[in-house]
């Protein structure tokens, strides 16, 4: 299927860069589409990072990364306002157990406040740094504290963002990886395994295989390697911590943190191995082991038995070691390649930069008559107070009815996560909207029932019900069905 529809933005990637972006520009008066590969947006590297929300003095001065980062950390006070996702700026600590660390983290410090991070502070005091960070060993000799870093679902607000830019009409598509792109007469002619796509521009926000889709226009000038880390998840309120915890830096890694989630979780990794597989996001026990002695070190009381999840992310490391964000020399193709770290954080500032790009190439930025830049806050059953439940398991009973009970979720929390703008189609889109499976018992007990709801909500059989789209159906059939048919076979044969 073609359609003859001419778009003037298509973007590649349904990450935290290609959504931040989509969500940038859905206040214009633009034709925009997403294509994304997969059954479900935020499944590459924006699903399995840190969320962190850095304040930005890690990077050197030399590269982009620095400067986005630092803005980007600023303008997520705006971003969580209009879109409503889980956010807390709690403030990081980088830890220091020698003399020579300090000399470092006071270099960071200065070089940070002269660049804007204000509130960067050296602390000696150890009573007062355990006051703040109890957790913390007792062999630390100092911390750099910068209060305005933060933690955030990178998740939650990539749907968030999406979901924003839905309402202001980008179309998603998911499901549609792109093969092969023509330009011709300016026009770009987007082939995906099940439709074709055209437009004025693209924007390629493919991460991992950002420089494949470079390539496939002829523009080969960098290359991608996957860079793995893996983190050990724990259980929700087994370890109370204050601050995002890291050692000192070394030159090639901001190391092994410690850290919390918004969702009171809290996880220790990731280390950094550069692999040859971008597909490859296995856990090792070596990796682990070694994810475990760093997080020891600074956090010594780590609840090792706590542990529900390990899990891998893979870094999208560019050969310029730098992000790739430019116009290239084919007329409206602009290329975002390469967003390690801190792209989380830098993606708003990203999207500004990419949005400085279409001005140049000339798209006219006429802001809509109706753009709405709000999300409502999706509703949870742990937010309402005993009252307010009353009253809505009276208005929709599916409220009172709890599919995890690890977690807390109701039905009707997975039936808005299936049913709001991008729903969820999978158990992982249902997981990942809603925190449904996200628990001590990581789905053992509700996979079955949210299984079921899908079903039901897409009118699909049981059997059709993917964990992340193609190719990871839970159930091939019904046990009856294969005994049934082995009878008949045996039947037949006699
Ligand atoms: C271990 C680790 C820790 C990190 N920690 C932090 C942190 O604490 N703070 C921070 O700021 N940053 C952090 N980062 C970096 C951050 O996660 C990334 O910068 C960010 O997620 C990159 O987003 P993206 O949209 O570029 O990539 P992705 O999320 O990978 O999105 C790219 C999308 O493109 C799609 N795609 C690929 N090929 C095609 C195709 N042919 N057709 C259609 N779609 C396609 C993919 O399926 C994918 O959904 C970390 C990264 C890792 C790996």
């Known amino acids: 299927m073609s359609s003859s529809e001419i778009y003037d933005i298509i973007i590649i990637g ?3 860069i290609g959504c931040s972006i989509a969500r940038a520009l ?18 590459g590297t924006t699903k399995a990072n840190s969320g962190v929300v850095h304040a930005g003095y890690a990077a050197e001065r030399k590269f982009t990364k620095r ?16 879109l409503n996702f889980p956010f807390k700026r709690m403030g990081s600590f980088v830890v220091a157990f020698k003399v020579e660390e300090i000399k470092l983290l006071e270099e960071i410090r200065k070089r940070g406040i002269e660049d804007g991070i204000l509130d960067l502070e050296l602390i000696l005091e150890k009573q007062r740094i355990k006051r703040m960070e109890p957790n913390i060993s007792d062999d630390i000799i100092g911390v750099l504290h910068a209060p305005s870093a933060g ?11 999406a979901q924003n830019a839905a309402m202001n009409s980008v ?14 007469d300016y026009i770009f002619t987007i082939t995906t395994q099940r439709n074709e796509f055209k437009s004025l521009n693209v924007i390629n926000c493919a991460g991992l295989y950002s420089a494949k889709i470079s390539k496939m226009l002829g523009l080969d000038y960098f290359d991608i390697t996957p860079r793995k880390g893996e983190y050990v998840l724990f259980d ?4 109370q911590l204050n601050k995002i915890l890291f050692p000192t830096p070394t030159k090639i890694s901001k190391g092994i943190l410690v ?3 918004f969702h009171g979780n809290a996880f220790a990794g990731p280390n950094a191995q550069n692999i040859t597989d971008i597909e490859d996001t296995s856990t090792t026990t070596a990796g682990l082991k070694e994810v475990l002695e760093g997080a020891k070190k600074i956090v010594p009381n780590l609840p090792l038995r706590a542990s529900i999840r390990n899990f891998a992310g893979l870094r999208a490391v560019p050969s310029t070691y730098d ?11 602009i290329n975002v390649a390469g967003i390690l770290s801190p792209g989380l954080t830098s993606s708003y500032a990203i999207a500004e930069k990419v949005i400085d790009f279409l001005e140049l190439l000339g798209v006219e930025l006429k802001v809509k008559e109706d753009y709405n830049p709000y999300r409502p806050k999706p509703e949870r059953f742990t937010d309402f107070s005993k009252k307010e439940l009353d009253k809505k398991i009276k208005e929709d009973s599916s409220w009172g009815r709890i599919i995890c009970r690890c977690e807390t979720i109701s039905e009707k929390e997975i039936l808005n996560a299936i049913q709001g703008p991008i729903g969820a189609t999978t158990i992982d889109g249902v997981k990942f909207r809603c925190r449904a499976g996200m628990g001590r018992c990581q789905s053992g007990f509700c996979r079955p029932r949210v299984m079921e709801i899908l079903s039901r909500e897409m009118k699909l059989p049981y059997q059709a019900i993917t964990k992340k789209g193609d190719d990871t159906n839970i159930l091939i059939a019904k046990t009856k069905d294969l005994l049934l048919k082995e009878i008949i076979k045996k039947e037949i044969q006699k």
């Open 14 to 16: 349904g990450g935290v």
């Open 26 to 43: 859905c206040k214009y008066e633009l034709k925009i589409c997403l294509l994304e590969k997969e059954a479900d947006i935020a499944m």
């Open 151 to 161: 933690i955030v679902s990178p998740y939650e607000m990539t749907f968030a963002l």
């Open 236 to 239: 929700r309120n087994t370890i």
């Open 67 to 82: 400067n986005l980062c630092i803005r980007g950390n600023k303008l997520y006070s705006e971003a969580v306002k209009e």
């Open 323 to 333: 992000f790739i964000i430019d116009n290239t020399d084919i007329y409206g193709f």
């Open 171 to 184: 179309k998603f598509f998911r499901s549609q990886e792109v093969i092969k792109i023509d330009h011709s």
């Open 259 to 261: 850290c919390p989630t």
